[in-house]
């Protein structure tokens, strides 16, 4: 089964990690290191297997998309950093947590 857009995909499909760095990099178009410089600063943590490999999630991908969207706007990491973090609070007074 393909997923579209207009295909719902539940908050288990979504957080589930699946998907390796080199396929990371190809479905976001976006560089390794950069995506390793954004985990070394705290931006996202990708889920890791016991030998370390590195394994992301559809929710992983959206974020590496913000996250590099907001830096090609010139917001710098420290202020990417806030911006997450003021979404992930206004979201949870949204849903009352």
């Known amino acids: 089964m ?23 990099v190809m479905i976001t178009g976006i560089a390794a290191h950069k995506i390793r410089k954004f985990e070394a600063f705290g931006l996202c943590k990708p889920t890791r297997t016991r030998s370390g490999q590195r394994l992301y999630s559809d929710s992983d991908i959206e974020l ?21 973090t003021m979404q992930t609070s206004k979201y949870n007074r949204k849903k009352g947590g």
Do not use: F, W
């Open 64 to 84: 590496i998309h913000k996250i590099s969207l907001l830096e090609k706007d010139h917001v710098n990491l420290y202020g990417i950093k806030i911006i997450l």
């Open 2 to 24: 393909s997923v579209t857009q207009d295909t719902p995909i539940n908050l288990e499909e979504r957080t589930l990690a699946k998907y390796t760095m080199a396929v990371t």
